[in-house]
């Protein structure tokens, strides 16, 4: 089960659309999250589903993602309301998985999810970028 969210989370999670790669992401890098910060969804994103697949729409980019199920729910807690600690719960849960072993990954997706600007986190933007602490 752990290898097989990690591999949904980090290779499935998410497909670019112009040219149906898969985003990889690089081990070692640093991500700017503290456990507290609670991430919201980009607001020029249009998400929708056909014949089962997620698809992803970021209209100021004019570029479009498919998201797997994985991707969709830790998505959907990027609501404002969750932090990423409750992020990593919520995914150990869903998934009966302990949070150790899906730690990494599900901060990873987090941080790609920054990086491509599909999630925002307003705090770091009041704190004018400086929040450097991994979670």
Same mark, same amino acid.
């Given at each position: 089960?752990?290898?097989? %969210?990690?591999?949904?989370?980090?290779?499935?999670?998410?497909?670019?659309?112009?040219?149906?790669?898969?985003?990889?992401?690089?081990?070692?890098?640093?991500?700017?999250?503290?456990?507290?910060?609670?991430?919201?969804?980009?607001?020029?994103?249009?998400?929708?589903?056909?014949?089962?697949?997620?698809?992803?729409?970021?209209?100021?980019?004019?570029?479009?993602?498919?998201?797997?199920?994985?991707?969709?729910?830790?998505?959907?807690?990027?609501?404002?309301?969750?932090?990423?600690?409750?992020?990593?719960?919520?995914?150990?849960?869903?998934?009966?998985?302990?949070?150790?072993?899906?730690?990494?990954?599900?901060?990873?997706?987090?941080?790609?999810?920054?990086?491509?600007?599909?999630?925002?986190?307003? %705090?770091?933007? %009041?704190?004018?970028?400086?929040?450097?602490?991994?979670?």
């Amino acid at each position: 089960m752990v290898r097989r %969210l990690a591999q949904s989370v980090v290779d499935g999670g998410l497909s670019h659309g112009r040219n149906s790669r898969r985003h990889s992401l690089v081990k070692g890098r640093e991500i700017n999250l503290h456990a507290g910060d609670c991430l919201v969804r980009h607001p020029y994103l249009i998400q929708s589903q056909l014949k089962g697949e997620n698809y992803l729409f970021h209209s100021k980019k004019t570029v479009f993602f498919t998201l797997n199920s994985t991707a969709c729910f830790i998505l959907s807690l990027c609501d404002g309301n969750h932090s990423v600690e409750d992020i990593l719960e919520s995914v150990s849960s869903e998934c009966s998985v302990p949070v150790p072993d899906i730690f990494t990954h599900v901060v990873e997706y987090l941080g790609l999810l920054l990086e491509l600007e599909i999630v925002e986190n307003p %705090l770091s933007q %009041l704190k004018g970028g400086e929040s450097h602490v991994n979670v």
